[in-house]
């Protein structure tokens, strides 16, 4: 399944539905000023007669008359006529886009952190919710609702083929909706300057059939597999004292919560909030130098010798 570009010009949901013909709206009409202004002035510029004298110009008085408040008027009245039409419709889509779904197939509550996002998928109990990173599944043809949360400073969801931008702030919950209509992976972004590392804060969004969902729902619910072999054991014990510290890794002791659950790591596409490959060398890079990939970020550097990097290597590459 190939991942879509950050393309807002394009939609693949009923919110972006709404939002794409406006935005080409305003993109035509904006470069259509451009190429307006950009025409008159060479115009102007090639009316210049040769052998003019640029200083004696500027004695020139400024006397009243000819046609100058004419074009300006005409221009005010040309103008106002697709800034009407922005205008109106701009309000006819925030309408149309601004409601959440009044039953919702899909809660999710995401949370922005320095430099990744959080996602907890709820449940009627408890039993049935658990938190991923960075990695959103979702059903196709159900609306989802998504609750946003600052976990520490300013920061944005946005999905553009599949739903429009809204901040997260900490102390407070604002909500938006999504809904795919076809499978896929949509890339997302963080699209408030949040910090050193606001570039590095993508997220994808895998639009799967249902049946396939519910599949990828129940692994994520199972507990980490227990390990099988001295190396995975050893692995274990390392991530039990080391990462978690900030991870949790449920059915372990690694029970922090300050970074992303590391449960079912192996099944994201990606790590480092899309910055690196979820492969073997890019891991193992990660864990003993994060800040040489993402610097500023909140992970701190392992020190690991080869062999405890080794079996620490072995035991991740489980959590599948």
């Known amino acids: 399944m190939s991942v879509s570009p950050l393309e807002y010009l394009d939609s693949a949901g009923p919110r972006a539905h709404a939002i ?6 305003t993109l035509i009409v904006s470069l259509s000023v451009c190429v307006v202004i950009s025409v008159l002035l060479w115009i102007a510029a090639s009316r210049t007669r040769k052998g003019d004298d640029p ?3 500027r004695t020139i008085p400024i006397e009243r008359g000819g046609n100058g ?3 300006i008027t005409v221009g005010l009245m040309i103008s106002a ?3 009407a039409v922005t205008l109106v419709w701009t309000m006819v889509t925030l309408a149309a886009v601004a ?3 009044a039953n919702p197939g899909l809660v999710l509550d995401v949370t922005g ?7 907890k998928y709820n449940g009627q109990s408890p039993d049935q919710e658990f938190i991923t990173a960075n990695e959103i599944h979702i059903p196709v043809n159900v609306p989802v609702l998504v609750r946003l949360h600052g976990g520490d400073v300013i920061h944005s969801f946005w999905v553009p083929q599949l739903t429009g931008k809204t901040d997260t702030i900490p102390g407070q919950t604002n909500v938006s909706w999504m809904q795919a209509d076809k499978p896929g992976r949509y890339l997302g972004q963080c699209t408030e300057f949040c910090g050193w590392q606001h570039a590095h804060m993508q997220f994808e969004v895998v639009a799967q059939p249902q049946a396939d969902f519910e599949a990828w729902r129940s692994a994520q619910l199972q507990p980490a597999p227990a390990p099988k072999t001295p190396e ?4 274990m014990a390392y991530v039990e004292y080391r990462c978690g510290l900030c991870h949790q890794v449920r059915g372990t002791a690694a029970g922090a919560v300050s970074a992303p659950d590391l449960t079912h790591l192996m099944s ?20 003993q130098a994060p800040q040489s990939f993402k610097p500023g970020n909140q992970m701190p550097t392992q020190y690991l010798t080869g062999l405890q990097l080794s079996d620490t290597l072995a035991y991740l590459e489980t959590l599948k």
């Open 20 to 25: 794409v013909p406006l935005t080409w709206f």
């Open 55 to 57: 200083g004696a110009m």
């Open 69 to 71: 408040i004419r074009w």
């Open 81 to 83: 006529v697709p800034l």
């Open 99 to 101: 409601s959440p779904p």
């Open 113 to 119: 952190h320095q430099f990744w996002w959080e996602v």
């Open 232 to 235: 995975q054991q050893h692995g």
């Open 268 to 287: 994201r596409r990606m790590i480092a909030a899309g910055t690196l490959p979820n492969d073997h060398a890019s891991l193992a890079g990660w864990i």
